[in-house]
Nanobody, 125 residues
Framework: QVQLVESGGGLVQAGGSLRLSCAASGRTFSRHAMGWFRQAPGKEREFVAAISWNGGSTDYADSVKGRFTISRDNAKNTVSLQMNSVKPEDTAVYYC??????????????????WGQGTQVTVSS
């Protein structure tokens, strides 16, 4: 079972960029599909992006498509989320998630069985 720790959150101005990282422990990281979710105050946790176990497939929520990029480095046990052209509505706690039950990408929270503690992203207007 992997454990996940996110980093890279912070305060950024609208139109700026931020890069989130998720470090995974455990030797089975490369067998896990990974995802990023976010939760704004008073809202449900929502899907942001996902990447298959080998990085060959990616998927994005419509709200971030063309602005965010998910990537992974299985040699370093990390998955990243590059956030460009950020907007105030991107403000949320961002969570990294992993699943060993699926090899491809997944949008549903129930598909993921390991979660990080989250990192706050605040976009000022």
């Amino acid at each position: 079972q992997v454990q996940l720790v996110e980093s890279g959150g912070g305060l950024v101005q609208a139109g700026g960029s931020l890069r989130l990282s998720c470090a995974a422990s455990g030797r089975t990281f490369s067998r896990h599909a990974m995802g990023w979710f976010r939760q704004a105050p008073g809202k449900e946790r929502e899907f942001v992006a996902a990447i298959s176990w080998n990085g060959g497939s990616t998927d994005y929520a419509d709200s971030v498509k063309g602005r965010f990029t998910i990537s992974r480095d299985n040699a370093k046990n990390t998955v990243s989320l590059q956030m460009n052209s950020v907007k105030p509505e991107d403000t949320a706690v961002y969570y990294c998630a992993a699943t060993s039950n699926y090899s491809g990408t997944g949008r549903r929270k129930a598909q993921y069985d390991v979660w990080g503690q989250g990192t706050q992203v605040t976009v000022s207007s």
